[in-house]
Nanobody, 120 residues
Framework: QVQLVESGGGLVQPGGSLRLSCTAS????????MGWYRQAPGKQRELVAT???????NYGDSVKGRFTISRDNAKNTVYLQMNSLKPEDTDVYYC??????????????WGQGTQVTVSS
């Protein structure tokens, strides 16, 4: 009953920028938090950034100062502005939402993932 649709991934050179977007839709009562996680082949999925309902944010240590998470509550959309990209940022990035639905109560939902490749 909830769908997360991501966009904005692609191939960029080191030092470049990308902006990821994720929009949640469905029978949503409220969104407690949204965030971005990333996962490379053979590695555990790790936190990139989250933003809570009150606007508070958390960032993974490796992206602090380079990535910025923001949201548009009216559109149920979260953004990730990615600057000064490094080859080690190459991953599949997944959008996540901690939300409350009308029919199923509180649940977590994941997007399909979008590939970010940083390479020269």
């Amino acid at each position: 009953q909830v769908q997360l649709v991501e966009s904005g991934g692609g191939l960029v050179q080191p030092g470049g920028s990308l902006r990821l977007s994720c929009t949640a839709s469905g029978s949503i009562v409220s969104i407690l938090a949204m965030g971005w996680y990333r996962q490379a082949p053979g590695k555990q999925r790790e936190l990139v950034a989250t933003i809570a309902r009150d606007g508070s944010t958390n960032y993974g240590d490796s992206v602090k100062g380079r990535f910025t998470i923001s949201r548009d509550n009216a559109k149920n959309t979260v953004y990730l502005q990615m600057n000064s990209l490094k080859p080690e940022d190459t991953d599949v990035y997944y959008c996540n939402a901690d939300l409350v639905t009308y029919y199923s109560g509180r649940l977590g939902s994941w997007g399909q993932g979008t590939q970010v490749t940083v390479s020269s």
